[in-house]
């Protein structure tokens, strides 16, 4: 198994997570996106769209973080990270995919940049865009799980599933760019119990073999 890494990819660092609760152990390839090596020749070749992460496996290649952990949810049972029931699933998918859809990718590298340079935007610009559509999605997020019985320890019940394995890139993100968490308690509340197990903190940005 291969897994094309960036220390400081959300995406990345979602499926990190979901691999350290499974125990299951790959090859790293470590792709520098501020270095430009996504656009280079070699990665390519393995992803067209010059994305991280991917997993190869068994004859595969798998993209989309949501979609390398459903393929390792699949492999790999236990610990499942969906509920089994309908309606937990489509509430723990609905969350997953809040952070992965909506809030995420309005600050991917590639839309940060275009923003402040192409757009013109500047350092200023990008920094209000951050915070603008960061404490958007973080306020919805804060209103549903604060207003929901299903919330728990964790984002869904006591055990630890693909939301939670969102929400604490999604927060090491925004603490990385100084924005204030106080205004979703809930939140936080859930990222620092997930931190406190071993896969969540081996999976820290800083904690990779590539971080700078």
Not at 127 to 146: C, D, K, M
Request: proline fraction near 6%.
């Amino acid at each position: 198994m291969r897994f094309y890494d960036y220390f400081r990819s959300s995406a990345a660092y979602r499926v990190r997570i979901v691999m350290g609760l499974k125990g299951v152990e790959a090859e790293h390839v470590h792709v520098n996106l501020f270095k430009g090596e996504q656009q280079e020749a070699a990665f390519r070749a393995v992803s067209p769209v010059g994305l991280v992460p991917v997993l190869e496996h068994d004859g595969h290649r798998i993209h989309q973080s949501l979609a390398i952990i459903d393929y390792l949810d699949a492999l790999h049972p236990d610990p499942p990270m969906v509920p089994s029931d309908a309606a937990g699933r489509a509430r723990v998918l609905g969350l997953a995919l809040a952070m992965s859809a909506d809030i995420h990718p309005l600050s991917n590298l590639r839309v940060l940049n275009h923003v402040e340079h192409d757009l013109g935007a500047g350092q200023d610009g990008r920094a209000a865009w951050i915070a603008h559509w960061t404490h958007l999605g973080l306020a919805g997020l804060e209103a549903q799980l604060s207003g929901d019985a299903e919330t728990g320890t964790f984002c869904h019940g006591e055990a630890p599933g693909i939301a939670d394995a969102c929400l604490v890139p999604q927060l090491f993100f925004a603490r990385r760019f100084d924005l204030d968490l106080a205004a979703y308690p809930t939140l936080v509340r859930i990222d620092r119990t997930c931190n406190e197990l071993p896969a969540f903190a081996a999976a820290h940005p800083m904690q990779q073999p590539d971080a700078v």
